[in-house]
C-alpha cells in the first residue's frame, strides 16, 4: 500500500510539472489554444474585427480567439488594472504614446523571440522601426496615419477664403479660422491648442521635436507660452469653436456635427467625419509646412503587442502577424484603424470615397515626411491626458498662460523627470 501511495504522488507530481511547462511554452501544435485579444474601438469596429477574427479562425482552426474592447480611455483604466493584477491579454491593442511606458515596465513580449512567425519584411516605408524600444521590438503597427487638415470646401467658398494648398502659413490659417466665422456665422474650427499634435507639428517645422532623443521634453516655457497664446487669441476672437460646446460634445467630433468649417487631426478620420454629416469634405495639407518640409511624419494609427505573460506566444505571433500582413484581413479593416501598414494589405484594401481621399493625400505629402520619432518616453499617455485638462482650464479662462505653462512643466517634471 505504501508503494502504490508513494507512485500515485509522483505521478501526481509529474502531471503537475508537466502542465506547468506546458503553461510556460506554447501548445498551439498540441491542441486547440485560445488566445484573450484585447482592444479600443466602436461599433463599427468590432464588426469588423469579428469578421476579421472568423477569417482567422478558418485560417487556423487550433486557435480560438476571444475579442473584448472598450472606448479609448476605459480601455487604458482597464489595461492598467489588469496588467497590475498579472492578468492582462495575450494579445493586445498598443498605442504609440504607452509602448515606451509598458515596454519599460516589463508588461510586453519581446517579439524578436518570434521572428519566424511574424512577417515585418513588407511594412511600409517609415514604419520599419516602429515598436521598438532600445532595440528591442515590443509592438507591430497595423494601421499607419499622419496629420492632415480636413475641411468643408463650400464654406471656405462662401467666406471669400481660398481653399488651403502646400506652403500655406499659420497666420494663413488663424485668418482664415477669422473670416469663416465672422462671414459665415460657423466657427472656423476646433482650437488647435487642445491637441499636442499641432504644438508637435510646429515643433518638426521648426527643426525640433516634441520629446527629445532621452525622453525629456524639447521645448521651453516659453515656447510653450507662445502657442497656449495663439490658442487664446483665438477664443477671445470667438473664430474656434468655445470650450465648453466641445467639451458637451464629447466624444463626437465637432466636424462631423458640421459645428466648424474644418480641422487639423489624424487623416484617417476623415471617413467618419465623411459618414457622419452630408457636408461634402476634403483632406488638404496642415498649415506652416515649407515646400520640402510639412513637419509631418508617418505614425503607426495603433500597433498590436503581446502580453509577457502569455502563455502561448506562438500562437499569439501568428494573430499579430495576420493582422498585419493577411490581404484579406487588409480587405476588411480598409483604413478603419488607419491605412494597412504593408504593400500587401493596402493593395487589397478597397480604397473608396474618403479613404481613397486619405491613401491619396498620403501618397502626395510622402516626400516632405520626415522620420518617424521614437517612441514616447515611459508617461507620454499621462502627459498628453494632463495637456488636454490644462488646455481646458486655460480656455475655461480659470488659469492664466503662465499659471497653464507653469502647470505643465511642473506634471512633466513629475511623470517625466524633466
Known amino acids: 500500500m505504501g508503494a502504490t501511495r508513494h507512485f500515485r504522488k509522483v505521478a501526481a507530481a509529474g502531471l503537475v510539472l508537466a502542465a506547468v511547462l506546458t503553461g510556460c511554452g506554447d501548445d498551439a501544435t498540441s491542441g486547440p489554444v485560445t488566445l484573450r485579444y484585447a482592444w479600443w474601438g466602436n461599433a463599427e469596429r468590432a464588426e469588423l474585427m469579428q469578421k476579421a477574427i472568423d477569417l482567422f479562425h478558418t485560417k487556423h482552426p487550433d486557435i480560438r480567439v476571444t475579442p473584448s474592447f472598450q472606448e479609448f480611455e476605459a480601455y487604458w483604466q482597464k489595461m492598467a488594472t489588469e496588467t497590475a493584477g498579472g492578468n492582462a491579454p495575450d494579445v493586445l491593442q498598443m498605442d504609440f504614446a504607452y509602448l515606451r511606458e509598458y515596454a519599460d515596465r ?49 464654406l471656405f467658398t462662401r467666406a471669400g477664403v481660398a481653399e488651403p494648398k502646400p506652403g500655406w502659413t499659420w497666420d494663413d490659417y488663424r485668418a482664415a479660422l477669422r473670416q469663416i466665422t465672422e462671414r459665415t456665422g460657423v466657427h472656423g474650427g476646433g482650437n488647435y491648442i487642445g491637441s499636442y499634435y499641432n504644438l508637435e507639428l510646429q515643433l518638426r517645422q521648426e527643426g525640433g521635436l516634441l520629446y527629445t532623443e532621452d525622453g525629456r521634453l524639447g521645448f521651453d516655457e516659453a515656447r510653450l507660452a507662445r502657442f497656449f497664446q495663439e490658442g487664446v487669441d483665438l477664443s477671445e476672437a470667438g473664430a474656434v469653436l468655445p470650450v465648453e460646446k466641445g467639451v458637451q460634445i464629447k466624444p463626437s467630433f465637432a466636424l462631423e456635427l458640421d459645428l466648424v468649417a474644418g480641422d487639423l487631426g489624424w487623416d484617417n478620420f476623415t471617413a467618419r467625419y465623411a459618414n457622419a454629416t452630408e457636408a461634402e469634405l476634403k483632406l488638404g495639407p496642415v498649415p506652416g509646412g515649407e515646400e520640402n518640409s510639412s513637419g509631418q511624419y508617418l505614425k503607426p494609427a495603433m500597433m498590436l503587442s503581446l502580453s509577457r505573460r502569455t502563455e502561448h506566444p506562438e500562437a499569439a505571433a501568428e494573430l499579430v502577424s495576420f493582422m498585419v500582413n493577411d490581404p484579406e484581413a487588409g480587405q476588411i479593416f480598409g483604413a478603419n484603424r488607419g491605412l494597412p501598414p504593408t504593400n500587401a494589405q493596402r493593395a ?64 512633466a517634471e513629475e511623470t517625466l523627470g524633466s
Open 106 to 154: 516589463g508588461a510586453l513580449y519581446d517579439l524578436g523571440e518570434q521572428e519566424g512567425k511574424i512577417e515585418l519584411d513588407d511594412l511600409l516605408e517609415g514604419l520599419e522601426d516602429a515598436g521598438e524600444v532600445d532595440g528591442r521590438r515590443y509592438g507591430v503597427p497595423v494601421g499607419a496615419n499622419t496629420w492632415g487638415y480636413v475641411y468643408n470646401p463650400e
Open 348 to 411: 487589397a484594401a478597397r480604397l473608396e470615397g474618403p479613404l481613397a481621399a486619405v491613401a491619396a493625400y498620403e501618397d502626395a505629402e510622402r516626400e516632405r515626411f520626415g522620420p518617424t520619432p521614437p517612441a514616447p518616453p515611459k508617461g507620454a499617455g499621462s502627459l498628453e491626458q494632463a495637456f488636454i485638462r490644462i488646455v481646458e482650464e486655460l480656455l475655461y479662462d480659470r488659469i492664466t498662460v503662465d499659471e497653464a505653462v507653469d502647470q505643465f512643466f511642473a506634471e
